[in-house]
């Protein structure tokens, strides 16, 4: 069998102990609360994946381009600004 491992029989006499320890009516319970946990579980990651996937996916601008440009525009000419050396009466 396995070496330095759990055996079959190993497993049997776990089963028994969690049998008597929790009773029979209270493991079907619990079965089923272990299930509920691991779809949520499941679900969860998969939506953490899809919203990973959606922030990295390209969208359609990026692949192609902006759909509209800019007109060019002239740049703008300003005049510099002096500043005053001395107080205005």
């Known amino acids: 069998m396995l070496r330095n491992g759990l055996e079959p029989w190993h497993l049997l006499i776990v089963a028994l102990v969690v049998i008597v320890l929790f009773g029979s009516k209270k493991l079907p319970e619990?079965?089923?609360?272990?299930?509920?946990?691991?779809?949520?579980?499941?679900?969860e990651a998969k939506a953490m994946k899809d919203d990973?996937?959606?922030?990295?996916?390209?969208?359609?601008?990026?692949?192609?381009g902006p759909a509209v440009r800019a007109a060019q525009e002239e740049p703008v000419v300003a005049r510099p600004v002096t500043e005053a050396t001395q107080p205005a009466r």
Do not use: C, N, Q
């Not at 619990?30 to 679900?43: D, E, N, Q, V, Y």
């Not at 990973?52 to 192609?64: G, M, N, S």
């Open 52 to 64: 990973d996937a959606e922030r990295r996916a390209p969208t359609a601008a990026d692949v192609t």
């Open 30 to 43: 619990a079965a089923r609360g272990l299930g509920k946990s691991m779809r949520i579980l499941k679900s």
